[in-house]
């Protein structure tokens, strides 16, 4: 039996880097850059108007009032490299390329247009005002997004304006999931007396796909030693990480642990002190990972919140893995006997964390409207209203 922190250290260390590949930036939302990318140009490449008026030069306006001509215009997409001279102003849109000689652009707000002439009602006018210059959001040859960076929306756009359509990331994992329980039955079919509906894997597909992980398999096992050990043989074959749900635990159908050993993953710990998901078991045969979570619902999910995730978002190169986590006031009091440290389902606000109603490890009813949990060591098993406890936020939150 180990701790909660020994088990994250170790799995930690057991989790090595997937292999990187290339995609496409529009493929790429939620994987993580493997180098840095270097701007190949500056952006803005061309000196630009911030807003719809007039490109002037600044020096031109001595008082309230200057009159200046026009002379020409420049919308947004103009090709041609206009010029300003003194004493005159050039028509312009927000966007457009700023004509050579212009120091400033005055909005249309902040002028009055008579015939040719634009009168100009700002005083003083600062030099460079509402011109973007040439590389002020990043210049040709710097780090435009550097190694390690997780491929956000806003990411995907900035690399678009620099014209990058491929780049170098982690690879995601393939995730095998074997189900064990001669109790489960699969949606659709009749429930009989004695047996419930199988909803487990579902629930795991549904958290990797909150990471982005879509390549994954669903294998079922009765509770026999031979189709466990067939079923997880074939599972490690083509995964980097096999999630076996049930028969973890001591009872004589509980095979999920011995079919490890027949497999020959080598298993790193089994037993966590924690409520729920005590007999967590993790184990390792080469680069494969191995997770058999307790069958309860409760104890499968807050063991991958907080064990399988981590290592999920390692392997994909990023490095802050765990869950969010926080400190906030808990909005009841609250307290346990036992050796074991706890995770509460819970809703946190943005200045209280509440914990929820059946925190029982069979019970899914508080999971499904928790957004974080809230996790108290056995040194913290007496709270009192208001006091600081450390919450983890759940990914959706
Ligand atoms: N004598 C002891 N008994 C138990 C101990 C113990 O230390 N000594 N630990 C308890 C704890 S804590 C847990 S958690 C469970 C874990 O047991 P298993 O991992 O072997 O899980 P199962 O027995 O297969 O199932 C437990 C429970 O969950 C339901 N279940 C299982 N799989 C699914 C699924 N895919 N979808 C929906 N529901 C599922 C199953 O029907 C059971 O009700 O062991 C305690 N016992
Ligand atoms: O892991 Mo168990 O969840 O304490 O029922």
Not at 157 to 162: A, C, K, P, T
Not at 373 to 381: E, G, K, M, W
Request: net charge negative; proline share 4%; with cysteine.
């Amino acid at each position: 039996m180990v701790t909660v922190n020994e088990a994250k250290e170790k799995i930690i260390a057991n989790t090595l880097l997937l292999a990187t590949e290339i995609r496409t930036l529009e493929t790429s939302l939620g994987y993580v850059l493997v180098k840095d990318i270097l701007a190949s140009f500056s952006l803005p490449s061309f000196r630009q108007s911030s807003m719809d008026g007039y490109a002037i030069f600044h020096q031109d306006i001595l008082v309230n009032g200057t009159a200046l001509t026009i002379t020409g215009e420049a919308k947004a997409g103009e090709r041609s490299v206009q010029n300003v001279n003194k004493g005159e102003a050039i028509r312009i849109f927000t966007g457009a390329p700023v004509p050579d000689g212009a120091t400033a652009v005055i909005m249309q707000e902040h002028t009055a247009r008579e015939g040719g002439q634009v009168i100009v009602n700002e005083f003083p006018v600062q030099s460079g005002k509402n011109i973007r210059n040439v590389g002020q959001q990043i210049a040709e040859g710097a780090v435009a997004l550097p190694g390690n960076t997780l491929l956000c929306p806003g990411a995907v756009g900035f690399l678009l304006g620099l014209n990058v359509d491929t780049v170098e990331v982690y690879k995601k994992p393939k995730v095998g999931i074997l189900v064990t329980g001669d109790e489960l039955v699969k949606r659709g079919d009749a429930l009989g007396y004695g047996q419930v509906y199988e909803s487990n894997s579902a629930m795991l597909i549904a958290a990797l796909k909150q990471e982005g992980i879509y390549e994954t398999e669903v294998l079922y096992a009765e509770d026999d030693l031979d189709a466990t050990i067939v079923a997880l043989d074939a599972l490690s074959g083509r995964n980097d990480v096999v999630l076996a749900s049930g028969g973890i635990s001591v009872g004589d159908y509980d095979y999920v642990g011995k079919a490890l050993e027949a497999v020959e993953a080598q298993t790193v710990f089994y037993k966590v002190k924690q409520k729920p998901g005590k007999p967590l078991l993790f184990a390792r045969k080469e680069d494969t990972l191995f997770f058999a979570l307790p069958g309860n619902p409760a104890s499968s999910l807050v063991c991958f919140y907080e064990y399988v995730l981590p290592a999920l978002r390692k392997m994909c190169g990023r490095q802050d893995y765990f869950l969010r986590s926080l400190q906030l006031p808990i909005t009841h009091a609250y307290s346990f006997d036992g050796e074991r440290d706890e995770f509460l389902k819970a809703t946190a606000t943005h200045d209280t964390v509440i914990p929820l109603d059946g925190q029982e490890s069979f019970a899914l009813r508080s999971f499904a409207v928790a957004n974080a949990i809230i996790y108290l060591p056995v040194t913290q098993n007496v709270v009192a209203k208001g006091d600081l406890v450390e919450v983890h936020l759940l990914p959706f939150s």
